[in-house]
């Protein structure tokens, strides 16, 4: 089986402890306050506002305001000194070893932020790509098409022979829908139905996979009996 692997970025390759994901969400929070003259309380409930109706803040404020210029949103929200946060991570590489088949990082955030963070986490060289809210054109994760078009720029693989890693329950959703497995890392973990597996952190993905796998093979020979 040829196996191909969707992994989300930001909080999932590297954990919100490194304090890089909050830092993030902050110039977020800043971006909503300076562009639309909003005190931080208002921007922090504009905020859960439109990820609620629209999945993202950024596919809300296009909503709202059609001239939003996702480029520049994004260019500001990642203009943080990355290094200060994230640095080479030798077991994340040794993770992302373990796992046969093709990786893709699939990202509501842009290409130019997810090169950055892989170079400097040292594993630019395991992935055979980046999948960006670009390529997925402006449809982020939620949404059904997002995942739709992922696979389609992966070339075509089956829902059944793909799984998507991602820190956000709500994404991983719509995959399971699909077809597609859905393993959930959360530093909360505790088995949840909605998903495959839940893993505390994306270290321990290689053995959340082995018992998957071997789980999925007594399923089918049972199938078969
Ligand atoms: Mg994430």
Same mark, same amino acid.
């Given at each position: 089986m040829a196996w191909v692997w969707f992994f989300d970025l930001d909080?999932?390759? $590297?954990?919100?402890r490194t304090g890089l994901w909050p830092a993030i969400s902050e110039r977020i929070t800043l971006y909503l306050q300076k562009f639309l003259n909003l005190t931080r309380e208002e921007a922090l409930t504009l905020r859960k506002q439109l990820m609620a109706t629209y999945g993202t803040t950024l596919r809300g404020l296009q909503a709202l305001y059609?001239?939003? #210029?996702a480029a520049a949103y994004f260019a500001f929200v990642h203009d943080l000194p990355l290094e200060d946060y994230i640095g080479p991570d030798a077991r994340l590489a040794e993770t992302l070893a373990a796992l046969p088949g093709t990786k893709w990082v699939f990202t509501n955030a842009d290409a130019a932020h997810a090169q950055r963070v892989l170079r400097l986490l040292g594993v630019e060289d395991a992935f055979t790509g980046v999948i960006d809210l670009f390529a997925i054109q402006g449809v982020p994760k939620p949404l059904p098409e997002a995942y739709q078009r992922a696979l389609a720029l992966a070339g075509h693989p089956r829902p059944e022979q793909s799984i998507l890693v991602d820190d956000q329950r709500r994404n991983l959703l719509p995959a399971k829908a699909l077809g597609m497995y859905a393993i959930w890392v959360t530093p909360e973990a505790e088995a949840d139905d909605a998903v495959d597996a839940v893993i505390p #952190?994306? $270290?321990h993905l290689p053995e959340a996979w082995t018992r998957l796998v071997s789980q999925a093979g007594v399923s089918k020979e049972e199938r078969t009996c």
């Amino acid at each position: 089986m040829a196996w191909v692997w969707f992994f989300d970025l930001d909080g999932t390759l $590297y954990t919100d402890r490194t304090g890089l994901w909050p830092a993030i969400s902050e110039r977020i929070t800043l971006y909503l306050q300076k562009f639309l003259n909003l005190t931080r309380e208002e921007a922090l409930t504009l905020r859960k506002q439109l990820m609620a109706t629209y999945g993202t803040t950024l596919r809300g404020l296009q909503a709202l305001y059609p001239s939003t #210029d996702a480029a520049a949103y994004f260019a500001f929200v990642h203009d943080l000194p990355l290094e200060d946060y994230i640095g080479p991570d030798a077991r994340l590489a040794e993770t992302l070893a373990a796992l046969p088949g093709t990786k893709w990082v699939f990202t509501n955030a842009d290409a130019a932020h997810a090169q950055r963070v892989l170079r400097l986490l040292g594993v630019e060289d395991a992935f055979t790509g980046v999948i960006d809210l670009f390529a997925i054109q402006g449809v982020p994760k939620p949404l059904p098409e997002a995942y739709q078009r992922a696979l389609a720029l992966a070339g075509h693989p089956r829902p059944e022979q793909s799984i998507l890693v991602d820190d956000q329950r709500r994404n991983l959703l719509p995959a399971k829908a699909l077809g597609m497995y859905a393993i959930w890392v959360t530093p909360e973990a505790e088995a949840d139905d909605a998903v495959d597996a839940v893993i505390p #952190d994306v $270290y321990h993905l290689p053995e959340a996979w082995t018992r998957l796998v071997s789980q999925a093979g007594v399923s089918k020979e049972e199938r078969t009996c």
